[in-house]
């Protein structure tokens, strides 16, 4: 019997932001009606609570709980110049804007949580669900444009230099390749000196990556490979 | 002229039913030899079409590729002969998501900076379930710059994600409005909770 005790629960918080957003809900008002020191106040008021209870306070509390007392005491203070005037000002709209932007945030993750609620009540529809089907597979615009623009330029310099006769083979593209963590298809194109070198290498390239070795990991600003580490 | 116009509008059909993952109006075009309006025309045309009683589908558009989808209200039928695996994210998980959805391309610190806490676990979590993908960007340090992925619009069935984040706009001017008098921004409130789960 005696080792019965009484219970006190308070809501959990994620962070600092989701407590103030709580303390401000209370109010039923915007957050930029309610004067700073109450807010101030509030916070540290909780911050006591959940001391009390025994619950841990990280550090991003009290980091956001000494920013709203530094705030509240130099609302209490009067202004030296308007230098310090505009700081204020600034930080307190920070300060808001942090607020607000956290409750947008908020409220498109409650948005996601339906979107992904309802999506479940719909189905993808498609017609071709045979294995004996196959996708017209296409290069992405900007890989086939990347080697167009590099045959192009290539081209005025084939006219003007006698090209020896050399050969080139895929494989051994490949083996030089694949020493490199990274390619970057134009830089790499642009190093080479005739069209049939050019060739060789993005075939290269296009091989390895259908071997899994490689893979296309941005297409912006320049088309970027990436070894795939096993 | 007519009949032109309907044998078209069929070949846009077959087309976005006989694509894998759905596909883009600028694709139709192209393989019809049409203008791009041209084939808009159309699709809104056919979305009218299926919406009717006697279709169990509906035209949608996905990170603006066109697909057909199962009619919400017919979905414990079709949940009988084909499931999807449920996604699982946890609340903060969500909420790092929303910031990248929205705010993104942007580094873990923006997130951290937003969230005002620490956001690794998630954001690596989120990696891990495809939601999420990232890339070195050319900024000091070169910090990798995180936006969310087509998967992420799969799973969703998000054309845009203006969807889901000009509804706040629209929630912002609302509260504006109310902001005079405490009253009725209490009433403004409880409408956005409601509004919040029924759309």
């Given at each position: 019997m005696s080792e019965e005790k009484l219970v006190f629960t308070l809501p959990e918080f994620e962070g600092p932001l989701d407590l103030l957003l709580f303390l401000v809900r209370k109010h039923r008002v915007d957050v930029r009606q309610i004067p700073l020191s109450v807010i101030a106040?509030?916070?540290?008021?909780?911050?006591?609570?959940?001391?009390?209870?025994?619950?841990e306070v990280t550090s991003d509390f009290i980091i956001m709980a000494s920013t709203l007392m530094q705030m509240k005491s130099k609302a209490l203070l009067?202004?030296?110049?308007?230098?310090?005037?505009?700081?204020?000002?600034?930080?307190?709209?920070?300060?808001?804007?942090?607020?607000?932007?956290?409750?947008?945030?908020?409220?498109?993750s409650k948005n996601l949580r339906h979107r992904l609620y309802e999506s479940y009540s719909r189905n993808h529809v498609k017609a071709n669900t045979l294995?004996?089907?196959?996708?017209?597979?296409?290069?992405?615009?900007?890989?086939?444009?990347?080697?167009?623009?590099?045959?192009?330029?290539?081209?005025?310099?084939?006219?003007?230099?006698?090209?020896?006769?050399?050969?080139?083979?895929?494989?051994?593209?490949m083996n030089e390749l694949k020493e490199r963590f990274e390619i970057n298809l134009i830089a790499e194109l642009k190093s080479m000196s005739g069209r049939?070198?050019?060739?060789?290498?993005?075939?290269?390239?296009?091989?390895?990556?259908?071997?899994?070795?490689?893979?296309?990991?941005?297409?912006?600003?320049?088309?970027?490979?990436?070894?795939?580490e096993n | 002229m007519n009949d032109g116009n309907l044998n078209k509008?069929?070949?846009?059909?077959?087309?976005?039913?006989?694509?894998?993952?759905?596909?883009?109006p600028k694709k139709i075009a192209k393989i019809l030899g049409m203008r791009l309006n041209q084939v808009m025309v159309l699709v809104d045309e056919l979305t009218e079409d299926y919406k009717s009683k006697d279709h169990g589908v509906q035209l949608m558009s996905v990170?603006?590729?066109?697909?057909?989808?199962?009619?919400?209200?017919?979905?414990?039928?079709?949940?009988?002969?084909?499931?999807?695996?449920?996604?699982?994210?946890?609340?903060?998980?969500?909420e790092v998501l929303a910031i990248v959805a929205v705010r993104g391309p942007l580094t873990r610190v923006d997130v951290e900076l937003m969230r005002g806490k620490s956001s690794q676990a998630q954001l690596a979590e989120l990696l891990k379930m495809g939601l999420v993908r990232r890339t070195k960007s050319k900024l000091p340090g070169n910090p990798y710059l995180y936006k969310v992925t087509s998967k992420f619009y799969d799973v969703f069935q998000i054309d845009d994600v203006s969807e889901i984040a000009e509804k706040l706009f629209q929630k912002k001017e609302?509260?504006?409005?109310?902001?005079?008098?405490?009253?009725?921004?209490?009433?403004?409130?409880?409408?956005?909770?409601?509004?919040?789960?029924?759309?």
């Open positions: 106040d509030e916070f540290v008021a909780h911050l006591e609570k959940m001391k009390f209870l025994e619950l009067p202004r030296m110049n308007s230098q310090e005037e505009q700081e204020f000002s600034e930080q307190k709209q920070a300060f808001y804007q942090q607020v607000e932007e956290y409750k947008k945030i908020k409220d498109v294995d004996i089907e196959k996708e017209v597979e296409e290069l992405p615009e900007q890989l086939t444009d990347a080697f167009k623009s590099i045959m192009k330029e290539t081209f005025e310099k084939d006219r003007v230099y006698t090209v020896n006769a050399e050969l080139y083979s895929v494989e051994e593209r049939l070198e050019i060739i060789v290498t993005f075939l290269a390239v296009l091989e390895l990556v259908k071997l899994g070795k490689y893979t296309l990991v941005s297409l912006e600003p320049e088309p970027l490979f990436r070894r795939v | 509008k069929a070949a846009v059909e077959a087309l976005i039913l006989a694509s894998r993952r759905g596909v883009t990170e603006g590729k066109l697909r057909f989808y199962t009619k919400k209200d017919l979905q414990s039928y079709v949940d009988r002969l084909t499931k999807r695996p449920l996604v699982k994210i946890t609340d903060t998980q969500m609302s509260e504006k409005q109310s902001e005079t008098s405490e009253v009725s921004s209490e009433q403004n409130e409880t409408v956005q909770e409601e509004s919040g789960q029924s759309d």
